[in-house]
């Protein structure tokens, strides 16, 4: 997700979209150990747009 598109989001979809990256990366995780995962790149790319979602929700507390 690019950034552009997370603040066209309001802050309740903001935080359904992060409760459902949270649940994907704990999937990848777990799916890592069991070694079923083969891009690991996914685990990196979740983490990070999960980074960018509380950064804009932040932004939104702060203001």
Known sequence: MKIA??????EKELNITLNH????LRELRFN???GKVKN????????????????LLK?????
């Open 40 to 55: 690991i790149n996914e685990i990196h790319r979740t983490r990070r747009n999960i980074a960018r979602i509380l950064t």
């Open 21 to 24: 990256l949270r649940d994907d």
């Open 32 to 34: 890592l150990v069991g």
């Open 59 to 63: 932004q939104y507390e702060q203001k």
């Open 5 to 10: 598109e997370l603040r066209q989001k309001t």
